[in-house]
């Protein structure tokens, strides 16, 4: 096993930042080709506080977009046209990508990771 520092986030295994045990072939054949991790030696852990403190102020950044943009679209109403049953069902569901399409159209640049959908949406 080998102890490697992360220098990106992998969805599901490490953050900027973090220091774990991985195989030895999965460092040798992915993370070290990619440069997504390096060995975690004495001189790469003193860069760990960097790290973490990239991964902080980025988090940081994201909630400040996050908290504008909602501010922003606090009291908007998105209409889009679709056609629907009689029951008042749509034959073709909005994705993320689509709701995400239309807001941009309208002025506000969301993207499609940070739209989520409600399942009472779906309905007319």
């Known amino acids: 096993m080998a102890n490697v520092i992360f220098l990106h986030n992998i969805k599901g295994v ?5 220091v774990k045990k991985v195989a030895d072939g999965y460092a040798r054949n992915y993370l070290f080709p990619r440069n997504l ?3 975690a030696t004495a001189a790469e852990l003193k860069k760990v506080g960097q790290l973490k403190a990239k991964r ?9 977009t996050s908290r504008a943009m909602a501010t922003k679209l606090e009291g908007f ?3 889009i046209e679709r056609i ?5 069902t749509l034959y073709d569901g909005l ?3 689509e709701i995400s399409h239309f807001l941009k ?5 969301v993207d499609p990771e940070f739209v989520r959908a409600h399942q009472e949406d779906r309905g007319v």
């Open 37 to 39: 991790a390096v060995l």
């Open 95 to 97: 994705d993320q990508t």
């Open 105 to 109: 159209k309208n002025g506000f640049g």
């Open 56 to 64: 902080q102020a980025e988090t940081e950044r994201e909630a400040e």
């Open 14 to 18: 490490a953050q900027i930042g973090d």
């Open 77 to 79: 109403v998105l209409n």
């Open 84 to 88: 629907a049953s009689e029951e008042g």
